[in-house]
């Protein structure tokens, strides 16, 4: 019984650290103005936290870097990069991106 109460305490905590730390924000912020610099800085937060979940998944085979021509996810990758850069789209390089991991992984 000491070990569900526990759980349960734990899993009251960590909602409430994060219901705190998504909701302040919004309570501080609410109804001001941001500095343009700001808005700026944040427009890019969306783009670092993509790469920095993407990094891992293109850079690295079974935890050790390969940046070789073996590394078919990174070409998908470079590919669906260019198509995005190229269209501003978000579907077809992530369908351009599929599709080359699918065929290379099919020979």
């Not at 909701?23 to 001001?32: I, K, M, T």
């Amino acid at each position: 019984m000491d070990g569900q109460i526990g759980i349960f305490c734990t899993i009251c905590a960590m909602a409430a650290v994060t219901y705190v730390t998504r909701g302040a924000p919004l309570l501080v912020l609410s109804g001001r103005t941001l500095p343009p610099s700001v808005i700026r800085f944040l427009s890019h937060v969306p783009a670092a936290v993509l790469a920095a979940l993407a990094a891992p998944a293109l850079f690295l085979q079974e935890n050790h870097l390969q940046l070789g021509l073996e590394n078919l996810t990174l070409w998908a990758g470079l590919a669906a990069l260019a198509l995005a850069i190229k269209t501003r789209g978000f579907f077809g390089p992530v369908a351009l991106g599929m599709a080359i991991v699918a065929v290379g992984r099919l020979f």
